[in-house]
């Protein structure tokens, strides 16, 4: 069976700092790969996604992702954080393999920013 | 457009009272839906899924169901509610490779 796992519960970061939130993943077969964020008091939104080819993928609002197969890997970066990006980030596997497989995702990650 | 609609947006019940939330779909058809819980410190998981019209696949053994009596029609269920059902519920409708999520539902059991 397929999981997730992200291994920070909670970032607390400066503005202007650099993020990276990990994100590693179990599945032994070929997965597409996404990161999701929930601001506050909002719904899920799709920040970025890897279906195949170049394994770093930009997202919205500044953020991007790289794929790396060998580390089962697919960790979220971004260069310099802002305030408005504090929200719950959630990274999610599914096999590729299958049409109606559903998402797998992880605990999440609660990123502050603080001034 | 495709747009999804989960209600009510907040609900407060009694242990061993009823649950029903609802999820339709709209400018689909034949979606994949599903019901994920998001509880405290626990993330997402995904409680059901469903590829169609009473196809229900149950991820977690627990105290709900889930029913697709229409197409675009997905149904979260309790018969008697539990303290540890509190959590906020979220509908999602699979496109392609990724998903569509609901604004959720805030669940408190008191």
């Known amino acids: 069976a397929q999981s997730v796992s992200q291994h920070n519960h909670h970032v607390i970061l400066s503005e202007a700092a650099s993020l990276e939130l990990g994100c590693n993943y179990s599945?032994?077969?070929?997965?597409?790969l996404f990161w999701y964020v929930q601001y506050p008091g909002q719904h899920l939104q799709l920040l970025l996604k890897y279906f195949s080819g170049d394994p770093l993928v930009k997202g919205i609002k500044g953020f991007e992702a790289e794929f790396i197969k060998s580390k089962f890997s697919f960790n979220l970066r971004k260069p310099s954080v802002q305030w408005s990006d504090t929200a719950e980030y959630f990274c999610a596997v599914k096999s590729s393999n299958s049409g109606n497989t559903p998402l797998v995702f992880g605990k999440g990650t609660r990123l502050s920013v603080i001034a | 457009s495709q747009t999804i609609h989960q209600w009510p947006a907040t609900l407060v019940q009694p242990v061993g009272s009823p649950l029903s939330l609802e999820c339709t779909v709209e400018?689909?058809?034949?979606?994949?839906l599903y019901w994920y819980r998001q509880a405290a410190g626990r993330g997402l998981q995904l409680l059901f899924y469903s590829v169609g019209i009473g196809q229900i696949s149950s991820e977690v053994p627990q105290n709900l169901s889930a029913s697709r009596p229409q197409d675009r029609q997905f149904i979260l269920s309790s018969k008697k509610l539990l303290l540890s059902d509190s959590g906020f519920y979220l509908c999602?409708?699979?496109?392609?490779?990724?998903?569509?999520f609901g604004q959720g539902t805030r669940l408190t059991v008191v």
């Open positions: 999602a409708w699979r496109l392609g490779g990724g998903a569509f």
């Open positions: 599945y032994g077969g070929t997965v597409n």
């Open positions: 400018g689909t058809s034949n979606p994949n």
